[in-house]
């Protein structure tokens, strides 16, 4: 398996467009945060408050808009080239000859997708917090969204970390997503036009599906004192659905 997971790896991080894609991300985030920087005010989604920024919170602005960018963006092209790509164009029939079985090779897969989300948001969080701490006022203690009562410094850099695990939590929902609409649908082009469009057509039927490709106002929500309980009853139902339809459709697609 350790075999079969390197050999994944390798596949996704030497193809020349993910250094393009990779190097067009930290522009855009160095752009971002240079905005930040110099306003020295964080706005909050659907203008629902604003903050001071300092070497605390600058990272939880930075997620709020570079999160659509890795989840709308950079996971669907990711997905595409990983399973679309390879899957309809017929070259994966000789990986499936090597002598693992199916959901193996379906499992490393989406791991390896999940290590390409993880590279992106560990990358984020690590500039953001340099940059707060090098370009920003330093403070002691932070205030939470919809709350008026500051936080200790080691308890604001714990609410950090948990908003980016429940964003890499969202990302998992969107590869498991992403898998089952690559998997049916052949065309790289189409598909990703789905992976894109399919989350704001679930909002609009549902708000609470905006965790898929925008769920920063939510997850604020969830670590809010008053919390958010129903988010973990649409994202754990809907991980749940697509992850046995992906799987069902990898065991049973003839490749």
């Given at each position: 398996?350790?075999?079969?997971?390197?050999?994944?790896?390798e596949r996704i991080?030497?193809?020349?467009?993910?250094?393009?894609?990779?190097?067009?991300?930290?522009?855009?985030?160095?752009?971002?945060i240079a905005k930040?920087?110099?306003?020295?005010?964080?706005?909050?989604?659907?203008?629902?408050?604003?903050?001071?920024?300092?070497?605390?919170?600058?990272?939880?602005?930075?997620?709020?808009?570079?999160?659509?960018?890795?989840?709308?963006?950079?996971?669907?092209?990711?997905?595409?080239?990983?399973?679309?790509?390879?899957?309809?164009?017929?070259?994966?029939?000789?990986?499936?000859?090597?002598?693992?079985?199916?959901?193996?090779?379906?499992?490393?897969?989406?791991?390896?997708?999940?290590?390409?989300?993880?590279?992106?948001?560990?990358?984020?969080?690590?500039?953001?917090?340099?940059?707060?701490?090098?370009?920003?006022?330093?403070?002691?203690?932070?205030?939470?969204?919809?709350?008026?009562?500051?936080?200790?410094?080691?308890?604001?850099?714990?609410?950090?970390?948990?908003?980016?695990?429940?964003?890499?939590?969202?990302?998992?929902?969107?590869?498991?997503?992403?898998?089952?609409?690559?998997?049916?649908?052949?065309?790289?082009?189409?598909?990703?036009?789905?992976?894109?469009?399919?989350?704001?057509?679930?909002?609009?039927?549902?708000?609470?599906?905006?965790?898929?490709?925008?769920?920063?106002?939510?997850?604020?929500?969830?670590?809010?004192?008053?919390?958010?309980?129903?988010?973990?009853?649409?994202?754990?139902?809907?991980?749940?659905v697509t992850s046995?339809?992906?799987?069902?459709?990898?065991?049973?697609?003839?490749?």
């Open positions: 398996m350790i075999g079969l997971w390197m050999s994944e790896r991080w030497k193809k020349k467009r993910v250094l393009i894609l990779c190097s067009a991300y930290l522009l855009i985030l160095a752009i971002y930040l920087i110099y306003s020295g005010v964080g706005l909050y989604d659907y203008g629902e408050g604003k903050a001071a920024l300092h070497n605390l919170n600058l990272s939880w602005f930075v997620l709020q808009d570079m999160s659509f960018i890795i989840q709308a963006i950079i996971l669907p092209i990711f997905a595409v080239s990983t399973l679309c790509d390879e899957i309809h164009s017929g070259c994966y029939r000789l990986y499936m000859l090597r002598p693992f079985r199916r959901y193996q090779h379906w499992s490393i897969k989406l791991i390896a997708l999940l290590e390409v989300v993880l590279v992106f948001i560990i990358g984020t969080y690590v500039i953001s917090m340099i940059s707060g701490w090098i370009f920003l006022p330093h403070s002691q203690s932070a205030i939470l969204y919809h709350t008026t009562e500051p936080i200790g410094f080691w308890e604001a850099n714990l609410y950090t970390i948990k908003l980016y695990l429940m964003h890499v939590l969202t990302c998992l929902l969107m590869i498991m997503m992403s898998s089952v609409i690559c998997f049916f649908v052949p065309v790289s082009v189409v598909a990703f036009m789905i992976i894109f469009c399919f989350p704001f057509l679930m909002s609009v039927i549902n708000s609470e599906f905006i965790i898929m490709n925008n769920p920063f106002s939510i997850v604020l929500d969830v670590l809010s004192p008053t919390g958010h309980s129903i988010f973990w009853v649409y994202i754990l139902g809907s991980l749940m046995f339809i992906s799987f069902v459709r990898w065991k049973t697609k003839s490749i």
